[in-house]
């Protein structure tokens, strides 16, 4: 088999018990079957436990990967469903996997599913981010950031900022000479973990973007930055509109995301949205903020080749 370096290969296979032994015990078998390329023998036992067990949402998931592996895309899309119906908090990303096929249209990533995959991530994070892909989306940001602070002429210091989707602090890491006080904020509670170990955070909570942000003040950070966060949200809108209100007149937002040659999002096979660059115009125009940086940039490689990217700063009047 042929290792990709991306996220879905760096973190650990989410598994969620079944409850009946046996059930679990084929489950397994199938899993090794699979992985040996034995797809029809894995496709019978993942069968035989959902028999044992109607409700194992990891056997239909993976069934449905083995569906979609041999062609059978009716057959995948109905075992993707059983897999949310099995687990409606969706932590294995089976919804997603119906947006790939076409079944369903784009919608919210399933928070749960962002969460169990940076719960399993958090421990080896920045070694496979940034040796195994070759992340460099907190120093784009840097770079971006200080261009346009001088363009607009703002003072050299930021007093308050928030990092969205902090991980395990890169992005603090980088602006830490620039920020009197970070506040970080994650959907994992092991990558607040890990941030928390930096001792650059003077703030850390554990929820998603948008509701971190509806819990801040009106005019209360100086720098609002999303490094390799914007790529789990499908619609920037909502986002860029509760950044505008947090942000004081002046301040600054920055954040990359993945690109592709459309104007629109998709929903590319790594699991992550991808923003064309002139979907990314509209929405920080819809938002009230002024464009200052829209610059096509890398963050990171997949499988050695540099994924396209934008970088994005956008200032409040």
Known sequence: MIFKANIKT???RLFLSSGDMIADRR???ARDLQMKGDLAAAADLLLQATDLAPGFASAWFTLGEIREQLGEREAAVAAFRKAVTADPQDRHGASLRLMLL???KLSAMPPAYVRALFDQYAPRFETALVDDLGYRGPSLLFRAVLSARAAIRKPAFFRRAIDLGCGTGLAATAFAKEVDYFIGIDLSPRMIE??????????????DMMQGLRGRPDAGA?????ADAMVYVSDLAQVLQEARRVLAPGGLLAFTVETHGGDGVILGEGLRFAHGATYVRASVKAAGLVLSKLENLSARNEDNAPVPGLVVVAAKP
């Open 10 to 12: 760096m973190a650990a």
């Open 222 to 226: 100086d720098l609002i930055l999303a």
């Open 27 to 29: 489950f397994d078998f």
């Open 102 to 104: 076409g079944a369903d």
């Open 194 to 207: 890990q941030a928390r170990l930096t001792g650059l955070y003077a703030e850390l909570e554990v929820t």
